[in-house]
T-cell receptor, first 113, second 115 residues
Framework: EDKVVQSPLSLVVHEGDTVTLNCSYEVTNFRSLLWYKQEKKAPTFLFML????IEKKSGRLSSILDKKELFSILNITATQTGDSAVYLCAVAISGGSNYKLTFGKGTLLTVNP | KAGVTQTPRYLIKTRGQQVTLSCSPISGHRSVSWYQQTPGQGLQFLFEYFSETQRNKGNFPGRFSGRQFSNSRSEMNVSTLELGDSALYLC??????????????FGPGTRLTVL
């Protein structure tokens, strides 16, 4: 069974701190890994990673994938209260008609002022 | 471009009833996926439709069904509601064509409460 595990499950930091969120996976026929941010309702897309070692960056957020060790990290530098959210990691699998994302349970990040 | 829209946003039903949820994808997107989100299980895949055909299905009972129309709008139906069906139901759209199919854009969700 395909599995995506995120750690930690929750994290509380102060504004200005740097955080690292982890996502490991065990899936057959990996195709891509995606990160989403979920505040109140709809998850919003952050990054899609398909190749090992290539960092994706958007402002204070960055992410990298290691396909050999089967994990990804999401870094947030100089955190702000607006970064408080659940961060979701998902894996897409290739092969046949497999068009679905398998999600981890998420990491709840709380940034205190 | 308008985002993914879902209606209704909130629903309260009683056990045994049935419910239909609607999702309109981003214009030009042909794939619609449905997910159930609960505090205990997280986001779980229900099914995915592309060009009116179901391409993939998750591990949910047959009470959960869906369909897609020629304009790519999709509906999801849950019959004989159970208390455990209370959840946030999210719809996501994508182009449906590799390699961009993996990037799914989510709607605001429908919060279903079963009493």
């Amino acid at each position: 069974e395909d599995k995506v595990v995120q750690s930690p499950l929750s994290l509380v930091v102060h504004e200005g701190d740097t955080v690292t969120l982890n996502c490991s996976y065990e899936v057959t026929n990996f195709r891509s890994l995606l990160w989403y941010k979920q505040e109140k309702k709809a998850p919003t897309f952050l990054f899609m990673l398909t190749s090992s070692g290539i960092e994706k960056k958007s402002g204070r957020l960055s992410s990298i994938l290691d396909k050999k060790e089967l994990f990804s990290i999401l870094n947030i530098t100089a955190t702000q209260t607006g970064d408080s959210a659940v961060y979701l990691c998902a894996v897409a699998i290739s092969g046949g008609s497999n068009y679905k994302l398998t999600f981890g349970k998420g990491t709840l990040l709380t940034v205190n002022p | 471009k308008a985002g993914v829209t879902q209606t209704p946003r909130y629903l309260i039903k009683t056990r045994g009833q049935q419910v239909t949820l609607s999702c309109s994808p981003i214009s030009g997107h042909r794939s619609v996926s449905w997910y159930q989100q609960t505090p205990g299980q997280g986001l779980q895949f229900l099914f995915e439709y592309f060009s009116e055909t179901q391409r993939n299905k998750g591990n949910f009972p047959g009470r959960f069904s869906g369909r897609q129309f020629s304009n790519s709008r999709s509906e999801m139906n849950v019959s004989t509601l159970e208390l455990g069906d209370s959840a946030l139901y999210l719809c996501a759209s994508s182009s449906g064509l590799a390699p961009s199919t993996d990037t799914q854009y989510f709607g605001p969700g429908t919060r279903l409460t079963v009493l």
